[in-house]
């Protein structure tokens, strides 16, 4: 192989690859099989596996046990919004995390006491093993599990408080920002940090995706003072989602 020049696998991928972008091979088409693929391009059976787990690592394909490999349909990326400081918006945590105007769904939650893992302290800025209050979060829009969150407050800053669970109590649901101002704890400052990785089993158990798929993770954390005062991980499908930020011009 030449400098430049892609493996022979790659080159397969690629060109079934444009068959699937073009709609020669529409969604619920079967794909070549393995012999064809061999006989089509010229090539070896571990060629041609290699460049079918290409695809089906991309998410373009999928197997079905005792049917073959067929293409995907491939879903119009919808748009979760992000922007600066909200209003206070009332017992509506999708519209913590959702800032579009019109943004409507469902949501359910389950929070309980751990200890603060390496990577939590860290953010939080705490000695490890000090108590915080992790809550889950499942986001659905028209039914669809479209998100996943997970967050960790410092119980040295909410604990015996009103707002110590954060979907129950006088202020449940109504955020974070409003949630620590009823504590006087005024949040001045949120950073939020956008990457892509893996999901993990359990993760695209619940939002629908298959091994391998990628999602984009928003690792956010409220600050007041230059304290955290909570940090969260929250999960969206990339093949389904596009992350947009709404920030102020000053």
């Given at each position: 192989?030449?400098f430049?020049?892609?493996?022979?696998y790659?080159?397969?991928?690629?060109?079934?690859?444009?068959?699937?972008?073009?709609?020669?091979?529409?969604?619920?088409?079967?794909?070549?099989?393995?012999?064809?693929?061999?006989?089509?391009?010229?090539?070896?059976?571990?060629?041609a596996?290699?460049?079918?787990?290409?695809?089906m690592?991309?998410?373009l394909?999928?197997?079905?046990?005792?049917?073959?490999?067929?293409?995907?349909?491939?879903?119009?990326?919808?748009?979760?919004?992000?922007?600066?400081?909200?209003?206070?918006?009332?017992?509506?945590?999708?519209?913590?995390?959702?800032?579009?105007?019109d943004?409507?769904?469902?949501?359910?939650?389950?929070?309980?006491?751990?200890?603060?893992?390496?990577?939590?302290?860290?953010?939080?800025?705490?000695?490890?093993?000090?108590?915080?209050?992790?809550?889950?979060?499942?986001?659905?829009?028209a039914?669809?599990?479209?998100?996943?969150?997970?967050?960790?407050?410092?119980?040295e800053?909410?604990?015996?408080?009103?707002?110590?669970?954060?979907?129950?109590?006088?202020?449940?649901?109504?955020g974070v920002?409003?949630?620590?101002?009823?504590?006087?704890?005024?949040?001045?400052?949120?950073?939020?940090e956008?990457?892509?990785?893996?999901?993990?089993?359990?993760?695209?158990?619940?939002?629908?995706?298959?091994?391998?798929?990628v999602?984009?993770?928003v690792?956010?954390?409220?600050?007041?003072?230059?304290r955290?005062?909570?940090?969260?991980?929250?999960?969206?499908?990339?093949?389904?989602?596009?992350?947009?930020?709404?920030?102020p011009?000053?």
């Amino acid at each position: 192989m030449t400098f430049g020049e892609q493996p022979a696998y790659l080159r397969v991928a690629s060109d079934l690859r444009e068959k699937i972008v073009n709609g020669s091979l529409p969604p619920h088409t079967r794909l070549p099989s393995q012999a064809r693929i061999r006989e089509e391009y010229g090539v070896s059976d571990t060629v041609a596996l290699e460049a079918r787990k290409v695809l089906m690592a991309e998410g373009l394909v999928e197997g079905r046990s005792g049917s073959g490999t067929y293409v995907r349909e491939r879903p119009v990326p919808r748009r979760v919004s992000r922007t600066g400081y909200r209003p206070p918006s009332g017992a509506n945590p999708f519209r913590q995390e959702q800032a579009e105007e019109d943004a409507r769904g469902t949501w359910e939650s389950s929070s309980e006491q751990e200890e603060a893992g390496p990577e939590i302290a860290d953010r939080l800025g705490i000695p490890f093993g000090d108590r915080v209050m992790r809550t889950r979060y499942v986001y659905r829009d028209a039914g669809e599990v479209m998100m996943l969150s997970t967050s960790w407050e410092p119980l040295e800053v909410t604990g015996r408080t009103p707002v110590m669970l954060p979907e129950e109590g006088p202020l449940g649901g109504c955020g974070v920002v409003e949630r620590m101002a009823a504590i006087d704890v005024v949040v001045d400052n949120v950073v939020e940090e956008v990457g892509a990785r893996p999901g993990l089993a359990e993760e695209l158990l619940t939002l629908g995706g298959v091994p391998g798929h990628v999602v984009m993770v928003v690792e956010r954390t409220y600050y007041a003072s230059g304290r955290a005062v909570e940090t969260a991980d929250v999960v969206v499908p990339a093949d389904r989602y596009r992350i947009a930020y709404h920030l102020p011009v000053k």
